[in-house]
């Protein structure tokens, strides 16, 4: 068709589609990230409200970074004063690293309650799991395409595992209790050692 | 089919590496348990670090640094808004995914990206771009982002896209402008005079000599002598095209540039399928012409001469100083002009006063911006009323002026003079 109704000045860089259940599965890890690592509230030291107040606007910002990277882009100079002025918002939150800030206010919320290590277990699991809904929804890509990592994530769970099992242990009274753990934790090294290795071995593939 | 055009030989292309988003994020993760589990003592800071940390671990550092990289398209002669494909080819980083992103060039519009798996060593892909003004131009360049299979090593190509010459649109033209007047050539339109064409013309008593076959029963029974049945000669006719690019007024993308040379390109297309013979006028910075012709390479030729043309005008050339090969002898003239040169506007009246049929296409549909003043309400009714006599002494000379607003077919405006022979006044 003629460009009637089109600017002409315009470029249009890719018919994108707005991954809906991606951004949609971060959304839900972000804010399920953010809410375990703040519980409880009242349980935090100082700068606990700050470190929430950074982690829910830098998480919500990132979803917002996802959506805006995800839709269509469109570049013209035919735009209005205040449409330029969302456009350069929109390049402000498209630019900042907003994922990597709620990571870090998530793990400071963390670290600001007192010692919890499997809680602190789950919350790996789930920042992991953001990190990766968050790259998934960004490249547009299927789950599938995370079949070559399975090993390592495999045996990193079972890394965090061995620490979260050393950060309970000295609280454990010595009996058959901590013998069995002090076992599974030798188990979990090797079989992380197995997992690792050709992984590590095979990158070049 | 035609060729591939574009590179010949896949080129040789540096590759940037560097550590992806997703790498970057890990990192953070990785770090920051780190430094917590450092500061504070607790070991499990340091746990949660551990899968960020094993996926790190894979960087490689043996990565190749260049890649071969051809890319082609089928033809260069594009049309705007329809859409074109580039076909790019890979050769090497088999064990790579390969991301394919176009950066389109202005008045450029892309297709979603594509994706290429790992596994092949040539690997192929068809980009889909659509050029949305008509100009001579490269379409823009190509992202190609290589990723390994952990998504933590990014490498990063940029090939330019070929240069198209995008062609305007035709404008939809259906019916023609015919002459009653046409030369003695062998054409397509039935002309006053009789000859050997297929149209009905009237019947005539036979003369000897008169073939046998077009005898006239009916008619013959009825007058009781041998009549015949007549038909008109098919002539061909000459159209001239004059496209007047010395003004850009309006809004881009349906400025009088625009519907100019779409109007242009539609009458050229037209009369060209219809078998006549059409001739280009470019009327510009400086005046180019190509001589009335048939044929398929007679309409590249004439629609690579209105890309070839600079706007602007200069003022040591005027039309009527053009060679008879440009207007040969009883052709159709069909300007298209949003009327803003005087000395077009003067050429035109020459052209009438020579003898020319000229029809004119008005396509200007934009004022010039006037303030809220009197004054300056009063500057734009002079405007229009200026506007308004050209057009009427035109009008008043024998040169009807059509208005065309680019969006409807040409044929509306067209309608008074398609449906009946125009006749020729001398």
């Known amino acids: 068709m003629s460009p009637r109704g089109q600017d002409p000045t ?19 890890l972000a804010a399920g990230t953010i809410w375990w690592s703040a519980a409880p509230l009242a349980g935090g030291s100082a700068g606990t409200r700050l470190s929430l107040t950074v982690a829910i606007v830098s998480g919500v910002l990132s979803i917002a970074q996802l959506a805006i990277a995800a839709a269509a882009g469109r570049d013209t100079d035919a735009y209005s004063a205040t449409e330029q002025v969302a456009l350069r918002v929109a390049d402000l939150v498209r630019t900042l690293p907003w994922a990597e800030l709620m990571t870090v206010a998530a793990l400071t919320l963390e670290a600001l309650h007192a010692s919890r290590p499997w809680h602190t277990a789950l919350l790996a699991i789930a920042l992991t799991g953001y990190l990766f809904a968050v790259h998934l929804a960004e490249t547009g890509a299927g789950a599938s395409v995370l079949r070559a990592q399975l090993p390592l994530l495999a045996a990193g769970a079972g890394l965090t595992a061995l620490a979260v099992g050393a950060a309970a242990l000295p609280p454990l009274p010595s009996g058959p209790a901590a013998a069995l753990l002090r076992v599974a934790a030798i188990v979990i090294a090797v079989v992380v050692a197995g997992l690792v290795l050709p992984a590590w071995l095979g990158r070049s593939r | 089919m035609a060729s591939p ?22 990192l953070t993760l990785a770090l920051a348990g780190l430094v917590i589990a450092i500061v504070t003592r607790r070991p499990e800071f340091a746990g949660l670090a551990a899968p960020a940390l094993l996926l790190l671990a894979t960087w490689r550092a043996d990565r190749p640094r260049q890649v071969a990289v051809r890319a082609s398209m089928p033809s260069t002669v594009v049309v705007e808004g329809i859409q074109t494909s580039v076909r790019i080819e890979i050769h090497g980083l088999a064990d790579f995914w390969a991301s394919l992103v176009v950066e389109p060039a202005e008045t450029v519009s892309a297709g979603a990206a594509v994706t290429l798996p790992s596994g092949k060593p040539d690997r192929a892909a068809s980009l889909r771009l659509v050029p949305v003004r008509w100009g001579r131009r490269s379409l823009g360049l190509l992202m190609i982002t290589f990723s390994d299979r952990y998504r933590i090593s990014e490498g990063r190509v940029l090939v330019q896209l070929p240069s198209v010459n995008c062609r305007p649109r035709p404008a939809q033209l259906t019916g023609s402008v015919v002459l009653s007047r046409l030369p003695s050539r062998l054409g397509e339109h039935p002309a006053r005079a009789t000859g050997e064409g297929g149209e009905f013309a009237g019947v005539r008593e036979f003369v000897p000599g008169d073939r046998q076959r077009r005898i006239n029963w009916p008619a013959t029974t009825r007058h009781g002598t041998l009549h015949l049945s007549t038909f008109a000669a098919e002539r061909t006719q000459n159209l001239v095209v004059i496209a007047d690019e010395t003004a850009d007024v309006g809004e881009p993308g349906s400025s009088s540039l625009d519907l100019v040379l779409r109007g242009a390109a539609g009458a050229v297309t037209r009369y060209l399928a219809a078998r006549d013979r059409v001739g280009l006028i470019i009327h510009a910075r400086s005046l180019s012409w190509i001589g009335p012709g048939q044929g398929q390479r007679h309409a590249s030729r004439l629609l690579d001469l209105m890309m070839a043309s600079p706007g602007g005008w200069d003022r040591s050339v005027s039309l009527t100083r053009l060679p008879r090969a440009a207007l040969p002898p009883g052709a159709l003239i069909l300007v298209f002009s949003p ?9 035109l009246r020459d052209l009438r006063e020579r003898g020319f049929s000229v029809i004119v296409v008005d396509v200007l549909n934009a004022e010039p911006q006037y303030g809220r003043s009197t004054l300056s309400k009063l500057t734009a009714q002079i405007w229009r009323l200026e506007q308004e006599a050209i057009r009427f002494s035109l009008t008043q000379i024998g040169v009807p002026v059509v208005r065309w607003d680019g969006i409807s077919s040409l044929d509306e405006p067209l309608a008074p003079y398609t449906r009946r022979v125009v006749v020729a006044r001398r």
């Open chain 2, 5 to 26: 055009v574009g590179q010949e030989e896949p080129r040789q292309l540096p590759v940037r590496w560097g550590l992806s988003a997703h790498a970057r994020r890990l």
């Open chain 2, 339 to 347: 009327l803003l040169d005087p000395l077009l506007i003067e050429a």
């Open chain 1, 10 to 28: 315009a470029r249009n860089r890719g018919e994108k589609r707005l991954p809906f259940p991606g951004i949609a599965v971060a959304a839900v």
